[in-house]
């Protein structure tokens, strides 16, 4: 059963920073792109990062320069280290991938206090 598992969330102040971890079955991403999205309520869930197979990053415009995705294919986990953290930026975190079909995490809650 292919499964994503995300951690590392939880209630930080303004300019503080956070790092998530997502836990993939062993070897199943190790050639799809992996992408983290986030859902603040109220709105559509928005693409933050993705990261290819071979290590290629593309962020979404409000995260560049404050955010950074990793991978690490020993460890089949992909991770967002997240730096300078502003109130907006609060919302459920999903790990993402896609090998014929779309896989998703069940979400991590990232909380950022003004």
């Known amino acids: 059963q292919v499964q994503l598992v995300e951690s590392g969330g939880g209630l930080v102040q303004a300019g503080g920073s956070l790092r998530l971890s997502c836990a993939y079955t062993?070897?199943?991403?190790?050639?799809?792109?992996m992408d983290w999205y986030r859902q603040a309520p109220g709105k559509q869930r928005e693409l933050v990062a993705t990261?290819?197979?071979?290590?290629?990053?593309i962020y979404g415009d409000s995260v560049k320069g404050r955010f950074t995705i990793s991978r690490d294919k020993a460890k089949d986990s992909v991770y967002l280290q997240m730096s300078n953290l502003k109130p907006e930026d609060t919302a459920v975190y999903y790990c993402?991938?896609?090998?014929?079909?779309?896989?998703w995490g069940q979400g991590t809650q990232v909380t950022v206090s003004s």
């Open positions: 990261i290819t197979d071979v290590g290629y990053t």
């Open positions: 993402h991938s896609l090998r014929n079909v779309d896989y």
């Open positions: 062993r070897g199943i991403f190790d050639y799809s792109p």
